[in-house]
């Protein structure tokens, strides 16, 4: 069965960075672009970025340019999210999702926290 | 970006009644629409795609209409299971947005 497994919370101080995990399994990785999806407590989801897992062509939203990198490891079918220079608007649970389009599979969520 | 805007913010219904739930683009999105529905704590589960195609296991109270710029989400009858968050998702340009969601709560 299709499975995305991400990596645990993270406490992170402000102006440091995060790397989280998204490791796929259950489907052919290289089939299907990833996208990061995040949501601030109480929040809706907010659309970060897209990678593609064939060629890794990437599209970021204009909020994060600069500020974010996703990356992918295809000999361990994983796909990685950086973001730097948090903020405590940062806070948030952030999650990777199989994406075709729509986007179908999600990973549990990772919750990420920015504080002093 | 294509702004999304969902309607109500929030559905107040009874168990077996019938729930409507609505999108509007802010530009024509073709049938490239979907919605979700997210329960506390849980990440988002996938309802529909192509504006009314029900994904993989998810049961035919659900379903979609629209095209263009105008989506809707109906529940022909309220299970308990189903009161949630629902959004909706835009994937037809980039960047990919969705709609601020709306909550379906127990009148």
């Known amino acids: 069965q299709v499975q995305l497994v991400q990596s645990g919370a993270e406490v992170k101080k402000p102006g440091a960075s995060v790397k989280v995990s998204c490791k796929a399994s259950g489907y052919i990785f290289n089939n299907y672009g990833i996208s990061w999806v995040r949501q601030a407590p109480g929040q809706g989801l907010e659309w970060m970025g897209w990678?593609?897992?064939?060629?890794?062509?990437?599209n970021y939203a204009q909020k994060f340019q600069g500020r974010v990198a996703m990356t992918t490891d295809t000999s361990t079918s994983t796909a990685y999210m950086q973001l730097t220079s948090l903020t405590s608007d940062d806070t948030a649970v952030y999650y990777c999702?199989?994406?075709?389009?729509?986007?179908?599979?999600w990973g549990q969520g990772t919750l990420v926290t920015v504080s002093s | 970006e294509i702004v999304m805007t969902q309607s109500p913010a929030t559905l107040s219904v009874s168990p077996g009644e019938r729930a409507t739930l609505s999108c509007r683009a802010g530009q024509s999105v073709s049938s490239n629409l979907a919605w979700y529905q997210q329960k506390p704590g849980q990440a988002p589960r996938l309802l529909i795609y192509?504006?009314?195609t029900r994904a993989t296991g998810i049961p035919a109270r659900f379903s979609g209409s629209g095209s263009g710029t105008e989506f809707a989400l109906t529940i022909s009858t309220l299970q308990p299971e189903d009161f949630a968050d629902y959004y909706c998702?835009?994937?037809?340009?980039?960047?990919?947005?969705f709609g601020q969601g709306t909550k379906v709560e127990i009148k």
């Open positions: 999702a199989r994406d075709w389009g729509p986007v179908d599979f």
């Open positions: 990678i593609s897992t064939f060629n890794v062509n990437t």
């Open positions: 192509g504006a009314s």
């Open positions: 998702h835009q994937y037809y340009d980039y960047p990919r947005t």
